[in-house]
């Protein structure tokens, strides 16, 4: 890894056109157009690792990947970060101590697709063409940009770059200082958005330690799942729409009785491959807005399919076919089959995704 530069990007978008995030071989996928794009911005194959993966029109309005590039070849980023020796390590331990195969999570869910993880292959330098920035001069001499080979903590020192042979517009100093970030958005950032369809949108680019991982180092993840009653042609494939209001508190109650457990077998998918099912939740809560009902749900980690179940179990709880007592029943059983159904994917929406060093 000496050689190359890991980055994080972020990302949203509208899943309503793609089969999930994850690359699939026969249909397309969030990850398969931002790779495409990526590589065409930087004339180099470029993979992307995401923090999960999303179901089939499953949309996300926070999601974070990672891919690496060489270093001879910087891209566009958007601000530098520093991490703590503290921090540093805790994620190197991360890295290190994670299997992939625990973390099969909904993040959310791809039904015919297990997740790749492992260090995505270096790429060496490529002689990239010149992207017209506003912060970059021309100079067909040696680059005046200083390497950033250091593997530790890093601070980018957002000065006009003199090199034109990468994509990066910054030239970058190595310190342990606090960071200090350009909120505009970067010509380049805007370039790639100019590449991807409209139903994606990337926000920020952000070089990170060699360490870091999209996956393993995501300390919290969010969902919302949307409802809404009055027909509306503006939220289709956006919201499900019910025609009657169930009973919010009683749904709630069902709610925190989730949260008193943390192996939520009977929210999984069958024939999943994971260690283990458990998984600490932080928040369930319906929230009323207007003509929407909206349900928030923070945990660690989440299984496949596992928000869409929950909350089909709750809207059995109210609609009044079972009581919030019964959920304690469908949980203990750790069968599949007691839970409720799994409701639409239009709904649902990953919304946060926390790491340490972010």
């Known amino acids: 890894m000496a050689d190359t530069q890991r980055y994080f990007i972020e990302l949203a978008y509208d899943g309503t056109n793609y089969h999930g995030w994850q690359i699939q071989h026969n249909a397309i996928s969030v990850q398969q157009v931002l ?13 992307t690792l995401g923090c999960g993966r999303t179901d089939t029109g499953v949309h996300a309005k926070q999601l974070y990947a990672h891919f690496d590039i060489g270093r001879q070849e910087q891209p566009i980023v958007d601000g530098p970060w520093s991490m ?25 869910s791809i039904d015919n697709e297990q997740i790749t993880s492992g260090n995505i292959p270096s790429t060496q330098a490529h002689g990239l063409p010149t992207v017209n920035d506003t912060l970059s001069t021309t100079n067909h001499g040696p680059s005046t940009t200083p390497s950033a080979a250091n593997h530790g903590p890093s601070t980018m020192d957002h000065r006009p770059s003199t090199t034109n042979h990468g994509l990066s517009t910054t030239s970058s100093t190595t310190h342990h200082g606090p960071s200090t970030i350009d909120h505009g958005l970067p010509q380049k950032t805007r370039s790639l958005n100019a590449l991807l369809p409209h139903d994606i949108a990337v ?13 393993f180092d995501a300390t919290l993840r969010s969902y919302e799942y949307h409802v809404h009653f009055e027909k509306d042609p503006f939220l289709n494939n956006l919201s499900w729409q019910l025609r009657d209001r169930p009973d919010v508190g009683l749904m709630n109650q069902a709610a ?24 600490k939740i932080s928040r369930a809560e319906w929230v009323s807005n207007g003509d929407k009902l909206i349900f928030h749900i923070s945990a660690d980690r989440f299984l496949r399919n596992m928000v869409r179940a929950i909350v089909g179990t709750l809207m ?31 709904g649902l929406y990953l919304t946060e995704v926390r790491y340490p060093y972010l």
Do not use: W
């Open 35 to 47: 790779n495409k794009a990526l590589s065409t911005l930087l004339r180099m194959p470029v993979e």
């Open 84 to 108: 703590d020796e503290g921090q540093q390590k805790k994620a190197q331990k991360r890295t290190i101590a994670h299997n992939p195969s625990s973390m099969d999570e909904e993040q959310p």
């Open 203 to 215: 926000k920020r680019i952000i070089p990170v330690h060699a360490d870091a991982h999209a996956r």
């Open 256 to 279: 925190q009785i989730v949260m008193e457990y943390t192996d939520f077998s009977c929210f999984s998918k069958s024939n999943t491959q994971v260690k283990t099912n458990n998984c």
């Open 316 to 346: 059995m709880v109210g609609k009044g076919d079972i009581k919030p007592e019964e959920v304690r029943r469908i949980i203990e059983s750790k069968n599949r089959s007691n839970a409720g159904v799994s409701v639409p994917a239009c």
